[in-house]
Nanobody, 121 residues
Framework: EVQLVESGGGLVQPGGSLRLSCAGS????????MTWVRQPPGKGLEWVSA????????TYADSLKGRFTISRDNAKNTLYLQMNRLKPEDTAVYYC??????????????WGQGTQVTVSS
């Protein structure tokens, strides 16, 4: 059974940083691309970033380039999202999503339970 467990969310002041983690199990982690998706309160899902299975190809939503960095440690079966210079509009539930193949534009497959990020003073 595929399991994705996010952690690292919380309350942070504007301008602060957080690093989200997503631990994957139940599948061969290094065979699959991964992505982060977020859902702001009262809004729909927003795609954030994706990374290929090997970790050497990444892509970001245009509005987040330069502030967010996606990475992965395949030895630890863990996906990361480093978020810097956070803004109130980054407040959302962040979901880790396994894709159906090794490339970062593969279809979505399995979702984690999400972790809440709140940016507020």
């Amino acid at each position: 059974e595929v399991q994705l467990v996010e952690s690292g969310g919380g309350l942070v002041q504007p301008g602060g940083s957080l690093r989200l983690s997503c631990a994957g199990s139940g599948f061969t982690f290094n065979n699959f691309a991964m992505t982060w998706v977020r859902q702001p309160p009262g809004k729909g899902l927003e795609w954030v970033s994706a990374i290929n299975s090997g970790g050497d190809s990444t892509t970001y939503a245009d509005s987040l380039k330069g502030r967010f960095t996606i990475s992965r440690d395949n030895a630890k079966n863990t996906l990361y999202l480093q978020m810097n210079r956070l803004k109130p509009e980054d407040t959302a539930v962040y979901y880790c999503v396994k894709l159906q193949g090794p490339v970062r534009d593969a279809d979505f497959d399995s979702w984690g339970q999400g972790t809440q990020v709140t940016v507020s003073s």
